[in-house]
Nanobody, 116 residues
């Protein structure tokens, strides 16, 4: 059973930074695509960033140049470094994992709140 556990959310002022972490267990982490999406209640989720097993990254236009996704296979952990945060980034952020069979798993989310 794959389990994903996020941490690092919180309250930050506009212009500030946060780093989210997500530890994966129960999967062959090195073979999975990992990513982060965010969702505000009542709105569609937005995929923020992804990183493949080979290290290829992709970002939503809304976060390009501000967010950086990375992974540490030795720790089964994926990170999301978020800089220059704005109130528009306020959301619940979820870590997700897609294994080689295409099955998706996600965590319970961590709240990020950016004050103006």
């Amino acid at each position: 059973q794959v389990q994903l556990r996020e941490s690092g959310g919180g309250l930050v002022q506009a212009g500030g930074s946060l780093r989210l972490s997500c530890v994966s267990s129960g999967s062959i982490f090195g073979r999975s695509t990992m990513g982060w999406y965010r969702q505000v209640a009542g709105k569609q989720r937005e995929v923020v960033a992804t990183i493949t097993s080979g290290g290829y990254t992709n970002y939503a236009d809304s976060v390009k140049g501000r967010f950086t996704i990375s992974r540490d296979s030795a720790k089964n952990t994926v990170y999301l470094q978020m800089n220059s945060l704005s109130p528009d980034d306020t959301s619940v952020y979820y870590c997700y994992e897609i294994n080689k069979l295409g099955v998706e798993f996600w965590g319970q989310g961590t709240q990020v709140t950016v004050s103006s």
